[in-house]
């Protein structure tokens, strides 16, 4: 199948949302949890929806996971992002062109998933919601390296990547900028197309503590 020419990618210029997760683990005091399972006892910090998910070998290895993904940030060039280190989820404003979006990084044992949400749902009708779903598809199969989808919350349309732990450097840095691609793509194809405004997704107040599906 021939390949779509993508756009050359812009290294975004962060900022932070006023309204961005405040979860940093070193300033957000800890919460109550209720008794831990037996083999979580020397976590009492950690989140309660990861305590379903995994073991105490599969947390060390995420911490682990967390430090590389900072560094590999920083060395692309991200300065501003809230480390969640009781989640295990990095938060960053990922700006382009005029917009802002809200991207996630979520660690799991073996994968960096890295979630953008780029188009908010909200007083779409059921045949704007149609028509959108069907272009939101065909980008998916003309894109490469890139994923739309929807949340399960039915919030927003969202842009992701899946990355292996065992990715190198140049892999991660390739597939944080594929979320440029999706955008512009969105932007130029979909959203103009179906004449849908698109405005950032930053400043949303309810994607704080919302990050527990993300784990999915």
């Known amino acids: 199948m021939g390949k779509k020419k993508d756009p050359s990618p812009v290294s975004p210029s962060p900022k932070q949302p006023k309204d961005s997760p405040e979860s940093d683990s070193e300033s957000t005091p800890t919460e109550e949890l209720g008794e831990l399972p037996a083999s979580l006892e020397s976590h009492p910090a950690i989140d309660e929806n990861l305590q379903k998910l995994i073991s105490e070998e599969e947390r060390e290895k995420m911490e682990e996971n967390?430090?590389?993904?900072?560094?590999?940030?920083?060395?692309?060039?991200?300065?501003?992002?809230?480390?969640?280190?009781?989640?295990?989820?990095?938060?960053?404003?990922?700006?382009?062109?005029?917009?802002?979006?809200?991207?996630?990084?979520?660690?799991?044992?073996?994968?960096i998933l890295i979630k953008t949400s780029i188009f908010e749902l909200d007083r779409l009708t059921e045949s704007s919601l149609i028509n959108l779903f069907a272009e939101v598809l065909k980008g998916n199969f003309i894109l490469n390296s890139v994923v739309y989808s929807l949340d399960p919350e039915n919030k927003s349309v969202w842009a992701q990547a899946d990355v292996p732990i065992s990715a190198d450097f140049d892999t991660f840095k390739l597939n944080y900028f594929s979320i440029v691609f999706a955008i512009d793509y969105f932007m130029k194809n979909i959203s103009g197309k179906l004449q849908m405004k698109l405005k950032s997704t930053a400043e949303r107040k309810d994607f704080k503590g919302s990050e527990s599906n993300m784990y999915i």
Not at 77 to 92: E, Q, S, W
Not at 96 to 108: A, D, K, P, Q, R
């Open 66 to 111: 967390l430090d590389l993904v900072v560094c590999y940030l920083e060395d692309i060039g991200i300065v501003d992002m809230n480390i969640d280190r009781k989640k295990l989820i990095i938060a960053i404003p990922f700006d382009y062109e005029e917009f802002t979006f809200l991207s996630h990084i979520v660690l799991s044992p073996d994968w």
